[in-house]
């Protein structure tokens, strides 16, 4: 019976787990459908409309966040306030009383994955390389794969094959790291060599991913470690690195900042997940952090459901008790997945302080292993956190909240400003040079990558465009 008990526990708890950390990884829109979903086909759940705090379970006034859980604790404090609200709070109280969509200035320009790409190499290429570069890139998949090769490309354009391959040897360093590889080894192989000019690798990383990927997807960290003579914790090691840093699908990694206003006519709005902004609008005061939670109401357990299972039929009961397990269990996931978005954003936003008010070039190099560490949670965890989440500034700039981890962005902020303010085009060894002087040493491809990024021109263009 102990055993029994002891394994319906264990079920339950793996259940809560594995339901938490797939909730905490959707944006507010997929966590909506998951719950009109729910509400849809589980009788045990339901929604009842009253404005109640999710965080502290107050009643709400009509409108207007928690008039506890929004408020400092201590004035003189500049630790920021960071609570959970309704998400009528946030897209209702704009719209026209015509009913039309509220006016977005915040929206982003649309842009596909060979174009972005293709704006960064464009610069540095010749005029008939950048031909073939659009044709490399138009023959993308939906995660970045070639689908071509090199050999197929050369005949077509009547180009020798081998500067065919140096093209895409070239586009694969762009942003995302990847792009245009024949497979996921050699988008994680290529994202490892550009990684060890700014980052650490550990031990074995390039050998388990040339020879054993297959293994290590499936854990089997002891024949790994047998075959390349390593320890167990070593090849561990590695895995980990992997998952935190490495995305064998380079178009589902993050690329592009959405930093670009939208000045077409895109219909596409985005509707942030988190908002940062100051008390009281002044900026002197301690930021706020409003977290979304996606419903309008409150969730519970239908208590005239759970009041009838006394009397249903027992071959109903089940049914009725599983319907009852579910909806509990949901309700208890989503408070988790708010709590742990709690507990990182105090953290993230008192440590990116300086970027949230000052911009790029205030940006601390962050990764998610160090907040996890600090946190006590797995990196696993924070990166689901992160994952497909957008943030409004308090400058109203909307960012996807993986930009807080972009160890590159100060980086490129600083480089666009040397450019800026060059007397005569600076080449990007001089480049590389003034950074070392600020205490920042890159490789100088690495400045040639993130001038790229930022649709910079190579030296001798901006030359002549200024001539």
């Given at each position: 019976m102990?055993?029994?008990?002891?394994?319906?526990?264990?079920t339950?708890?793996?259940?809560?787990?594995?339901?938490?950390?797939?909730?905490?990884?959707?944006?507010?829109?997929?966590?909506?459908?998951?719950?009109?979903?729910?509400?849809?086909?589980?009788p045990?759940?339901?929604?009842?409309?009253?404005?109640?705090?999710?965080?502290?379970?107050?009643?709400?006034?009509?409108?207007?966040?928690?008039?506890?859980?929004?408020?400092?604790?201590?004035?003189?404090s500049?630790?920021?306030?960071?609570f959970?609200?309704p998400?009528?709070?946030?897209?209702?109280?704009?719209?026209?009383?015509?009913?039309?969509s509220?006016?977005?200035?915040?929206?982003?320009?649309?842009?596909?994955?060979?174009?972005?790409?293709?704006?960064q190499?464009?610069?540095?290429?010749?005029?008939?390389?950048?031909?073939?570069?659009?044709?490399?890139?138009?023959?993308?998949?939906?995660?970045?794969?070639?689908?071509?090769?090199?050999?197929?490309?050369?005949?077509?354009?009547?180009?020798?094959?081998?500067?065919?391959?140096n093209?895409i040897?070239?586009?694969?360093?762009?942003?995302?790291?990847?792009?245009?590889?024949?497979?996921?080894?050699?988008?994680?192989?290529?994202?490892?060599?550009?990684?060890?000019?700014?980052?650490?690798?550990?031990?074995?990383?390039?050998?388990?991913?040339?020879?054993?990927?297959?293994?290590?997807s499936?854990?089997?960290?002891?024949?790994?470690?047998?075959?390349?003579?390593?320890?167990?914790?070593?090849?561990?090691?590695?895995?980990?690195?992997?998952?935190?840093?490495?995305?064998?699908?380079?178009?589902?990694?993050?690329?592009?900042?959405?930093?670009?206003?939208?000045?077409?006519?895109?219909?596409?709005?985005h509707?942030?997940?988190?908002?940062?902004?100051?008390?009281?609008?002044?900026?002197?005061n301690?930021?706020?952090?409003?977290?979304?939670?996606?419903?309008?109401?409150?969730?519970?357990?239908?208590?005239?459901?759970?009041?009838?299972?006394?009397?249903?039929?027992?071959?109903?009961?089940?049914?009725?008790?599983?319907?009852?397990?579910?909806?509990?269990?949901?309700?208890?996931?989503?408070?988790?997945?708010?709590?742990?978005?709690?507990?990182?954003?105090?953290?993230?936003?008192?440590?990116?302080?300086?970027?949230i008010?000052?911009?790029?070039?205030?940006?601390?190099?962050?990764?998610?292993?160090?907040?996890?560490?600090?946190?006590?949670?797995?990196e696993?965890?924070?990166?689901?956190?992160?994952?497909?989440?957008?943030?409004?500034?308090?400058?109203?700039?909307?960012?996807?909240?993986?930009?807080?981890?972009?160890?590159?962005?100060?980086q490129?902020?600083?480089?666009k400003?040397?450019?800026?303010?060059?007397?005569?085009?600076?080449?990007?060894?001089?480049?590389?040079?003034?950074?070392?002087?600020?205490?920042?040493?890159?490789?100088?491809?690495t400045?040639?990558?993130?001038?790229?990024?930022?649709?910079?021109?190579?030296?001798?263009?901006?030359?002549?465009h200024?001539?």
């Amino acid at each position: 019976m102990l055993q029994g008990h002891y394994q319906q526990t264990l079920t339950n708890t793996s259940a809560h787990l594995a339901q938490t950390m797939t909730l905490l990884s959707m944006p507010a829109t997929e966590l909506a459908e998951k719950i009109d979903s729910e509400l849809s086909t589980n009788p045990a759940l339901e929604l009842i409309n009253e404005r109640r705090c999710p965080q502290c379970k107050r009643l709400l006034p009509a409108s207007g966040p928690c008039p506890v859980c929004s408020q400092p604790i201590n004035y003189e404090s500049q630790e920021p306030i960071v609570f959970i609200s309704p998400r009528e709070d946030f897209y209702t109280h704009s719209s026209s009383d015509a009913g039309e969509s509220p006016e977005e200035p915040y929206a982003s320009e649309e842009i596909d994955l060979p174009t972005f790409v293709l704006r960064q190499i464009a610069g540095d290429l010749a005029v008939d390389d950048r031909m073939i570069a659009a044709y490399i890139l138009n023959h993308l998949d939906e995660d970045g794969f070639l689908t071509t090769t090199a050999q197929e490309i050369a005949r077509y354009q009547h180009r020798h094959p081998a500067d065919v391959q140096n093209l895409i040897d070239r586009i694969k360093r762009c942003d995302p790291v990847g792009v245009c590889s024949l497979d996921p080894k050699e988008a994680l192989l290529t994202q490892i060599e550009v990684l060890r000019e700014t980052a650490k690798i550990p031990p074995y990383t390039k050998e388990v991913i040339e020879n054993h990927l297959n293994k290590l997807s499936q854990h089997h960290y002891q024949d790994i470690a047998k075959a390349l003579g390593a320890s167990t914790a070593q090849i561990e090691r590695v895995s980990e690195f992997v998952i935190q840093n490495l995305n064998p699908f380079p178009a589902r990694a993050h690329w592009g900042d959405m930093r670009d206003p939208n000045t077409g006519s895109s219909q596409v709005f985005h509707q942030p997940d988190i908002l940062i902004y100051h008390l009281n609008d002044n900026p002197k005061n301690p930021l706020v952090v409003e977290i979304i939670l996606p419903i309008r109401g409150t969730l519970r357990v239908n208590p005239l459901f759970k009041a009838s299972l006394k009397e249903v039929s027992e071959d109903k009961s089940e049914e009725w008790r599983n319907d009852i397990e579910k909806a509990s269990l949901l309700i208890k996931c989503i408070q988790q997945r708010s709590n742990a978005l709690k507990m990182l954003l105090e953290k993230l936003v008192a440590y990116q302080q300086n970027f949230i008010n000052g911009g790029e070039i205030e940006m601390k190099p962050l990764t998610r292993a160090e907040i996890a560490k600090e946190l006590g949670v797995h990196e696993s965890t924070i990166s689901r956190a992160v994952s497909s989440k957008t943030i409004q500034l308090p400058n109203k700039r909307i960012i996807p909240m993986a930009i807080f981890f972009d160890r590159s962005l100060s980086q490129r902020t600083i480089i666009k400003g040397m450019i800026e303010e060059e007397d005569k085009p600076l080449s990007d060894s001089e480049i590389q040079t003034n950074l070392a002087q600020q205490g920042i040493n890159i490789a100088r491809r690495t400045v040639a990558k993130y001038r790229s990024m930022e649709g910079i021109l190579p030296a001798h263009l901006r030359q002549k465009h200024q001539k």
